[in-house]
């Protein structure tokens, strides 16, 4: 079973982030402007994950030009990657936001503008579309820079909140990022002594 959640998570995904919007107007109704838009990341990440995911389309992708050909990303490291790493981050964004601070909610802001970020820089050094990239135009950049905007505004997006933000951003895709690097490398060497 769980074998079939890892290569078919991202239909549930889409299909939960469908439900969560529908349900976004009951369930945000007496929040803050900020907190409903941190809410909204959850939603705009599984949309954008759909994009990317559908038919293993990022992870072959990523193989083709990152692994240059080798089997660097695995099923397991996209699940891994996405559900804990993304969206279990995302709520521990939203409920640090809702129950400490609001800066909290910086981390879901730059986990959607550096993933944009990472995307855009992607089609400009392969010269050519990657799965994810229409929905971190589209979304996650009207979302990402509206909700700090929102935190700004509110008096939450202090320098040290950002910077925090910001770095677990960061940290989370240099893992990802890390982890092929070093397969990668085990793999050519593997490769030199064929």
């Known amino acids: 079973m769980f074998e079939r959640l890892i290569h078919n ?9 469908v439900l969560l919007l529908l349900l976004a107007p009951l369930l ?4 803050s402007a900020p907190l409903v838009a941190t809410f909204l ?35 397991l490291a996209v699940f891994v990657t996405n559900v804990p790493g ?28 550096v993933n944009a970020f990472v995307h855009i820089v992607h089609a400009v050094i392969f010269r050519r579309y990657n799965p994810g ?6 979304i996650f950049l009207p ?14 997006g202090s320098l040290g909140y950002q910077a925090f933000g910001f770095l677990t951003a960061v940290l989370i895709h240099a893992a990802i990022l890390i982890h092929v690097r070093s397969k990668l490398a085990k793999l050519q060497r593997l490769d030199g002594l064929a």
């Not at 945000?28 to 929040?31: E, G, K, V």
């Not at 993304?86 to 503008?113: D, E, K």
């Not at 935190?151 to 939450?156: E, F, S």
Request: a negative charge; hydrophobic letters at 55%; zero cysteines.
């Open 41 to 75: 990341h959850l939603p705009a990440y599984m949309v954008h994950q759909y994009e990317e995911h559908d038919r293993d389309r990022f992870r072959l992708f990523f193989n083709e030009t990152i692994g240059k050909g080798h089997d660097v990303l695995s099923p």
């Open 86 to 113: 993304v969206w279990l981050v995302i709520a521990l964004s939203l409920y640090g936001a809702a129950a400490l601070n609001p800066g909290w909610a910086t981390i879901a802001v730059y986990l959607v503008l």
């Open 133 to 138: 990239l229409a929905t971190a135009l589209v």
């Open 28 to 31: 945000t109704a007496h929040w």
């Open 143 to 156: 979302l990402g820079g509206f909700t700090l905007w929102l935190l700004l505004q509110a008096g939450a």
């Open 9 to 17: 998570w991202v239909y549930g995904g889409v299909l939960a982030a």
